[in-house]
């Protein structure tokens, strides 16, 4: 079965740098979210969208910005990058809430991006 | 959401059931538990969810009380393949809304 698609897996980037990660949801999904983890830490929430539109924000830095297009693929941009963006950057996607029963509502996660900012 | 509680750590032998415990006292009416799993720098794998009622699926049991101010995950046969940090997560199933992780219960499968 299909599942979410990040790309790059590996991005080396120098300090003040941009950035750019993709991130191909499951067939259907029109739900995406962003999650930030950085070495020993747990997945910290950045950004969801829904139907193109953000669902919900976390701490995702001004620095960063993402969009969902119409074909429900997401990019995460992150600009003047710092040595702390060094991390591991997961997307995930499910359905959104007008197309499942309640009963549902899991979200399945990409393999991720790893960013090292050196 | 509601916010979970987990001991840090435990080890399970091999072969045996491992029970991961969870606290969410304060979980609402129309919260679910999920349950994920992380494998070293992989992603997040789902494993189980509920609502009230007990449920199993090929991967898990997961037991609710029915004040539904606890679960816990239970894996039947433990495996080496089963070591991983486990999350025990509550949300509301019908938003778009962040799943917040927590710390977490990092679990070790002893051979």
């Known amino acids: 079965a299909a599942g979410v698609i990040q790309s790059p897996r590996h991005l080396i980037k120098e300090k003040r740098e941009t950035a750019t990660l993709k991130c191909y949801p499951i067939p259907r999904h029109d739900t995406v979210y962003w999650y930030q983890q950085g070495p020993g830490q747990d997945p910290q929430f950045l950004i969801s969208?829904?139907?193109?539109?953000?669902?919900d924000k976390g701490s995702i830095p001004d620095r960063f910005s993402a969009q969902q297009f119409s074909d429900y693929h997401s990019e995460l941009n992150m600009s003047s990058l710092e040595l702390g963006d060094s991390a591991l950057y997961f997307c995930?996607?499910?359905?959104?809430?007008?197309?499942?029963?309640?009963?549902?509502?899991?979200?399945?996660f990409g393999e991720g991006s790893r960013l090292t900012v050196l | 959401d509601a916010k979970t509680t987990q001991p840090p750590s435990m080890d399970c032998a091999e072969g045996r059931a491992a029970n991961l415990p969870c606290n969410h006292s304060?979980?609402?009416?129309?919260?679910?538990v999920y349950w994920y799993r992380q494998i070293h720098s992989q992603g997040p794998q789902y494993i189980i969810h509920?609502?009230?009622n007990n449920e199993t699926n090929e991967m898990a049991s997961l037991i609710i009380t029915e004040d539904r101010k606890s679960s816990t995950l239970i894996l039947p046969h433990a495996t080496l393949r089963d070591t991983a940090v486990y999350y025990c997560i509550v949300r509301v199933a019908n938003t778009g809304n962040q799943f917040y992780f927590g710390t977490g219960t990092s679990l070790t499968v002893i051979p």
């Open positions: 509920g609502l009230k």
């Open positions: 304060t979980i609402s009416g129309n919260e679910y």
């Open positions: 969208f829904y139907e193109k539109m953000q669902s």
């Open positions: 995930a996607s499910s359905l959104g809430p007008a197309d499942r029963g309640p009963n549902t509502g899991e979200l399945f």
